[in-house]
């Protein structure tokens, strides 16, 4: 009887050939064996998985995942990884493509519209699928980009069915909070506008652009920022030469700088002006005072992200758009107008 080889502590790592040439057969055939497929016959695949046992081998993950096809990694191509908002999306889409065995790579753009689709395709090779968040490109290079990543998701873009997209209803948000700081009797508004390529924007100045048309005793006014705390601290000065008595900021970003510069001014929130934000990320509740905003169930969009992402790919895709409806978080930075 021929005696077992001894298993030892190899002096460098086995590979794929070790096993191949102990086993006297392909490195193709035990790919095969390592990765479970069943078209091997069974005498050569046992005798290939007794020299795997014998040597030690382990195939490595990046192996398997070429030889599979397959990842079980997702990529996520964010505008700006600095805003709060994308970090409680990113969090429910995390969570949800774990549940499913799936990893998450991020790649950050710092708002530049013109390296997102090179960054894009550069995920969408190392991953299995790619999810845009709010893309800053012109809608043409969009719609162009699509086929080149799929399977791919766009959140807070449309895509024309052309991808999954899930979606933030900016425009019905932005009414309702012009219309809670009417309601509070104030009829100079100001609007720190946010980038003018955002489609966030788009909608929101679509949505005030309505209420000029239909309250023509309400002024709102357009005064451009940003979409940072240090756009929303800059902005004082132009928002002072408005004299409005309420404000709305792009994002709550925005009016968090605004806030810790109207403190440093010693302006009071909400006794000389009201202030409003959009997002309701989790330092508005804690703000001094705590910030009005509009709340969008930002992690249950990330989870509904990876949803569809999923959906894409299979054959399966959902191309119906989805929208979430934004809800009125009334805080203690806004009251009547005096």
């Known amino acids: 009887m021929a005696a077992r080889r001894a298993r030892t502590a190899p002096?460098?790592?086995?590979?794929?050939?070790?096993?191949?040439?102990?086993?006297?057969?392909?490195?193709?055939?035990?790919?095969?064996?390592?990765n479970g497929v069943s078209t091997v016959n069974e005498d050569i695949a046992q005798r290939v998985r007794k020299v795997i046992d014998e040597l030690g081998y382990s195939p490595s993950q990046t192996a398997r995942s070429l030889s599979l096809g397959s990842s079980r990694t997702v990529g996520v191509l964010l505008p700006d990884l600095g805003n709060p908002m994308f970090h409680q999306v990113l969090h429910g889409f995390n969570r949800a493509a774990a549940q499913d065995g799936y990893h998450v790579i991020v790649t950050d753009a710092f708002e530049d519209a013109d390296a997102e689709a090179e960054l894009a395709r550069d995920l969408r090779d190392r991953t299995d699928a790619v999810a845009l968040f709010a893309p800053r490109m012109p809608r043409e290079s969009l719609l162009q980009l699509l086929p080149r990543v799929a399977p791919v998701v766009v959140f807070n873009r449309t895509t024309g069915k052309n991808a999954g997209s899930v979606l933030i209803d900016y425009h019905e948000g932005i009414l309702l909070i012009a219309r809670h700081l009417m309601e509070l009797g104030h009829r100079r508004i100001a609007f720190l506008a946010g980038p003018a390529y955002?489609?966030?924007?788009?909608?929101?100045e679509r949505g005030l652009e309505e209420l000029r048309t239909s309250e023509p005793g309400v002024e709102i006014i357009d005064v451009p920022c940003g979409h940072s705390f240090e756009d929303g601290y800059d902005a004082w000065p132009a928002l002072r030469a408005t004299g409005a008595t309420a404000v709305i900021a792009y994002n709550d970003v925005v009016a968090l700088g605004l806030l810790g510069r109207l403190s440093e001014e010693g302006v009071s929130v909400p006794g000389e002006i009201s202030v409003a934000g959009?997002?309701?990320?989790?330092?508005?509740?804690?703000?001094?005072p705590s910030l009005t905003t509009m709340t969008s169930r930002l992690s249950e969009i990330g989870a509904r992200i990876w949803e569809v992402l999923r959906a894409e790919m299979t054959d399966e895709p959902i191309r119906e758009p989805i929208m979430f409806s934004p809800e009125l978080a009334a805080r203690a930075s806004t009251r009547a107008a005096s």
């Open 11 to 34: 002096t460098r790592e086995t590979t794929i050939n070790d096993i191949a040439r102990v086993a006297g057969v392909s490195k193709a055939t035990v790919s095969r064996v390592a």
């Open 198 to 204: 955002a489609r966030a924007n788009w909608e929101r």
């Open 278 to 288: 959009f997002d309701d990320i989790p330092f508005s509740r804690f703000s001094s």
